[in-house]
């Protein structure tokens, strides 16, 4: 065994291998395709609206945008910037589970772009104001699936705005996006 | 032959009721006989200490307790009837540092939203077929962030970084949480 600089370690770690009492009771051969298939059915014919909740999410939306409009110097970046995140995360999440792929998609550019923004500057926090304008349009237009080539389009103008505020404020961007 | 899930419970922690109804539902559609729910973290880990689950899917955003301190307190809480009970976390996040957060709070899978029915299926399978070994060191305990090999796969056989590690799971290759979730 190699010493480091003739130290003993200190940390140690044990490795634990617990019996897999699930294996054991469930057994083999997994499911059926028709099993898969009829619950795949299920999620898709859901009859949730979405609206109620979407409207919920982009309320709170609003309250992290003005948060950040009202921000001072001393804010916390990272808070503001959650306040937002957070909410749009939800967007993602629960569009797609309810018929709304588009809000998903949408709300998953408006993450990738909270992710990597280092300050919600006034300019920053105008283009997520354009992604909750966006978002309430589907949302009230009932625009479900993934909209078609409209839905494609609003989608592209809000990312093409995004590489516009990247490509003119390269020092606000934490990382690369994806 | 097939999974025979009438002999599990899951137990699904969500704040979001239609979430909630909807995987509840799917889970019944798989045949998974009990299926205990709970609206957030802290009636997460009452259910959770009085039926102890086979498996648990808890949302990651909840108030008071998130999915995250779930995981961590089913790890170590000393009222904890099963340690070892593997966590499916549902996130709308998929950022790889969200992923290692999760995988540091000791999370088993991670499952991200929106999904399919087979997405959450291939996890429930996952733990089933591919469960991990456990780490215990000073300051973590939970599922190892390497993964067992595959059958099949070479194992691992480069040098043993920790020398005085006491290694009971003897196949280890170095695949990451974070790599596997993007397999």
């Known amino acids: 065994m190699t010493e480091h600089y003739n130290q003993t370690r200190k940390r140690k770690a044990e490795f634990i291998k617990p019996i897999n009492t699930l294996k054991a009771k469930v057994g083999s051969g997994g499911l059926s395709e028709d099993i898969l298939n009829r619950a795949q059915e299920l999620l898709e014919n859901n009859t949730v609206d979405f609206q109620p909740l979407a409207e919920m999410y982009l309320t709170s939306l609003m309250k992290g945008i003005e948060q950040a409009k009202e921000a001072g110097v001393d804010a916390d970046k990272e808070h503001t910037i959650s306040a937002m995140l957070y909410p749009g995360m939800q967007l993602k999440a629960n569009g797609g589970m309810f018929h709304y792929a588009l809000v998903s998609q949408m709300a998953d550019k408006l993450i990738q772009y909270l992710e990597v923004i280092d300050e919600a500057d006034i300019e920053a926090v105008e283009i997520v104001l354009a992604f909750h304008t966006t978002i309430r349009a589907v949302v009230l237009g009932k625009i479900k699936g993934d909209g078609g080539p409209h839905g494609q389009n609003l989608l592209k103008a809000l990312n093409d705005a995004c590489m516009r505020y990247f490509e003119k404020n390269k020092g606000n961007i934490g990382t690369v996006i994806e | ?183």
């Open chain 2, 1 to 183: 032959m097939a999974y025979e899930f009438y002999k599990i419970k899951i137990l699904i922690v969500e704040d979001n009721k239609p979430m909630l109804d909807l995987t509840k539902s799917i889970l019944q559609t798989f045949g998974v006989a009990e299926v205990i729910t709970a609206k957030d973290g802290e009636e997460g880990f009452r259910e959770y200490c009085l039926h102890n689950p086979d498996i648990v899917i808890a949302d990651w955003m909840m108030k008071p307790m998130d999915g995250i301190s779930l995981t961590r307190r089913m790890r170590n809480d000393p009222r904890s009837p099963n340690q070892y009970t593997p966590v499916i976390l549902m996130t709308g996040f998929s950022e790889k540092r969200r992923v290692l957060e999760a995988r540091d709070a000791g999370v088993t899978e991670f499952l991200v939203k929106p999904f399919n029915a087979r997405d959450l299926y291939r996890r429930i399978a996952q733990v089933i077929e591919r469960p991990r070994q456990f780490v215990r060191s000073e300051d973590f305990f939970g599922p190892d962030r390497r993964r067992i090999s595959k059958s099949g796969q070479k194992p691992y056989d480069g040098p043993n970084r920790r020398g005085d590690d006491k290694r009971i799971a003897p196949e280890v290759t170095e695949i990451d949480f974070a790599e596997r979730e993007a397999e």
